[in-house]
T-cell receptor
Framework: AQSVAQPEDQVNVAEGNPLTVKCTYSVSGNPYLFWYVQYPNRGLQFLLK??????LVKGSYGFEAEFNKSQTSFHLKKPSALVSDSALYFC????????????FGKGNQVVVIP | GAGVSQSPSNKVTEKGKDVELRCDPI?????LYWYRQSLGQGLEFLIYFQGNSAPDKSGLPSDRFSAERTGGSVSTLTIQRTQQEDSAVYLCASSLLVREGEKLFFGSGTQLSVL
């Protein structure tokens, strides 16, 4: 079954510095990969996805993620973090040829320090 | 409505009681998911509905949990004989089709507290 690992519980970064949130995945076939964000007191929102094609995917709010098949990773990045980026970030994976379940990681709390 | 609606937003119940959680997906969305979010546990898949197909119930943690989706729209998640470990936020999400790239739209969730 597909699964996702987000190894860090919390990521602290100074405002203006690059932000990276790590994600590795496991699927039996080809992966569809997603990042979702949960801002305080708000529902989960879609950020970006990788289906096929260019390994670098750009999404909302200046975020991007790089698909690395050899390392089975899909790390989320932002060149310059904002205080408003402080939120809970979830990586998710679906197996192209498997079931339709979207498996989420446990989430990473990102804290951007002014 | 404009988004996925869940009710109630908060539910406090006593151990052993039954609870029903409701989800109204976005109109026209054929796929509907239930997830459970516990502190430090991430999102735990519970059940998934797609059109008229048999639901994928493989994530339901015990036979106390059940869900149905009437008329391909509204869904109800029922927890019987609630236990304290059932306390969590229950999230519903819908999407247009369960295809490779379809993103999920989430509701704000129901915070369930079992005393």
């Amino acid at each position: 079954a597909q699964s996702v690992a987000q190894p860090e519980d919390q990521v602290n970064v100074a405002e203006g510095n690059p932000l990276t949130v790590k994600c590795t995945y496991s699927v039996s076939g080809n992966p569809y990969l997603f990042w979702y964000v949960q801002y305080p007191n708000r529902g989960l929102q879609f950020l970006l996805k990788y289906i096929t094609g260019d390994n670098l995917v750009k999404g909302s709010y200046g975020f991007e993620a790089e698909f690395n098949k050899s390392q089975t990773s899909f790390h989320l990045k932002k060149p310059s973090a904002l205080v408003s980026d402080s939120a809970l970030y979830f990586c998710a994976v679906r197996d192209l040829y498997g079931n339709n379940r979207l498996a989420f990681g446990k989430g990473n709390q990102v804290v951007v320090i002014p | 409505g404009a988004g996925v609606s869940q009710s109630p937003s908060n539910k406090v119940t006593e151990k052993g009681k039954d609870v029903e959680l409701r989800c109204d997906p976005i109109s026209g969305h054929t796929a509907l998911y239930w997830y459970r979010q516990s502190l430090g546990q991430g999102l735990e898949f519970l059940i998934y509905f797609q059109g008229n197909s048999a639901p994928d119930k493989s994530g339901l943690p015990s036979d106390r949990f059940s869900a149905e989706r009437t008329g391909g729209s509204v869904s109800t998640l029922t927890i019987q004989r609630t236990q304290q470990e059932d306390s969590a936020v229950y999230l519903c999400a819908s999407s247009l089709l369960v295809r490779e790239g379809e993103k999920l739209f989430f509701g704000s969730g129901t915070q369930l507290s079992v005393l």
